[in-house]
């Protein structure tokens, strides 16, 4: 299982046809992700036939939300159920670095019967094995993690721990830095099944005038189709 994080429609038209298995429907890329905009979600659901997880996130930082934050991710966990997606990916932590349990479980009920994957969140808490048990009781789908470390492969002895701990209880997905030169390895050494890639290629956007100042930033963030073939074919059986 190849998930595909995707910041625009274009990105996610191009996972699918190179044979993505899941999307994770994000915006705003250099906030890590943010909740997609109404129309995003709606051409999105209407254009894309593969599972598509939308993300929960009002805001870039952290994963401490005020309550009125908490009633946003809400109305936005009804909207996607509404348009039919197949799940959605939330994480909340408290002040302390401990998981938001009491909210998450919330979340949870609220989603059903789309699946919840827990998010990179998971990575700023301050004990992985309890964090790892408390999502659990939330009844969680999937942790998401780079193992607590900015890169996936940077942190394989820590999720094949996690890996080996999570049992069938919950699914353990590596990402971050996740790529076609090192996904079967990390295949190997954590045991992990499900795996997620932003298989990033930035590109110029077309646009022929511009400020020299901005230059840098008029760059469109698309997938490397040719990397999530690869991907593909070192995780097949």
Same mark, same amino acid.
């Given at each position: 299982?190849?998930? *595909?994080?995707v910041f625009?429609?274009?990105?996610a038209?191009?996972?699918?046809?190179?044979?993505?298995?899941?999307?994770?429907?994000?915006?705003?890329?250099? /906030?890590?992700?943010?909740?997609?905009?109404?129309?995003?979600?709606?051409? &999105?659901?209407?254009?894309?036939s593969?599972? *598509?997880?939308?993300?929960? !996130?009002?805001r870039?930082?952290?994963?401490?939300?005020?309550?009125? %934050? $908490?009633?946003?991710?809400?109305?936005?966990?009804?909207?996607?159920?509404e348009?039919? $997606?197949?799940?959605v &990916?939330?994480?909340?932590?408290?002040?302390?670095g401990c998981?938001?349990?009491?909210?998450?479980?919330?979340? *949870?009920?609220?989603?059903?019967?789309? /699946?919840?994957t $827990?998010?990179?969140?998971?990575?700023?808490?301050?004990?992985p094995?309890?964090?790892?048990?408390?999502?659990? %009781?939330?009844?969680?789908?999937?942790?998401?993690? =780079?193992?607590?470390?900015?890169?996936?492969?940077?942190?394989?002895?820590?999720?094949?721990t996690?890996?080996? %701990?999570?049992?069938?209880?919950?699914?353990?997905?590596?990402?971050?830095?996740?790529?076609?030169?090192?996904?079967?390895?990390i295949?190997?050494?954590?045991?992990?099944? %499900?795996?997620? =890639?932003?298989? !990033?290629? *930035?590109?110029?956007?077309?646009?022929?005038?511009?400020?020299?100042?901005?230059q840098?930033?008029l760059?469109?963030?698309?997938?490397?189709?040719?990397?999530?073939?690869?991907?593909?074919a070192?995780?097949?059986?």
């Open positions: 299982m190849l998930e *595909v994080a625009n429609i274009e990105s038209i191009a996972a699918e046809a190179a044979g993505a298995n899941r999307l994770e429907l994000c915006e705003n890329p250099n /906030e890590g992700g943010t909740t997609p905009s109404y129309g995003t979600l709606s051409v &999105v659901s209407s254009t894309i593969i599972p *598509v997880f939308p993300i929960i !996130r009002p870039g930082g952290d994963f401490l939300y005020t309550r009125s %934050e $908490f009633d946003v991710m809400k109305n936005d966990i009804r909207l996607c159920k348009l039919g $997606f197949g799940g &990916v939330i994480g909340l932590l408290l002040p302390d998981i938001d349990k009491a909210r998450t479980k919330e979340l *949870v009920a609220l989603a059903a019967p789309l /699946e919840v $827990f998010h990179r969140a998971f990575d700023r808490c301050n004990d094995i309890k964090g790892l048990h408390d999502i659990i %009781e939330t009844g969680c789908k999937r942790i998401l993690t =780079s193992g607590q470390v900015p890169s996936a492969p940077d942190a394989l002895d820590l999720l094949q996690l890996v080996k %701990e999570a049992g069938d209880n919950i699914i353990i997905m590596p990402g971050s830095g996740v790529r076609g030169n090192n996904i079967a390895t295949k190997t050494v954590t045991k992990a099944k %499900e795996f997620h =890639s932003s298989a !990033r290629k *930035v590109v110029p956007t077309g646009m022929q005038f511009a400020k020299e100042s901005m840098e930033n760059q469109n963030m698309l997938v490397d189709a040719a990397d999530i073939k690869t991907m593909l070192a995780i097949a059986p």
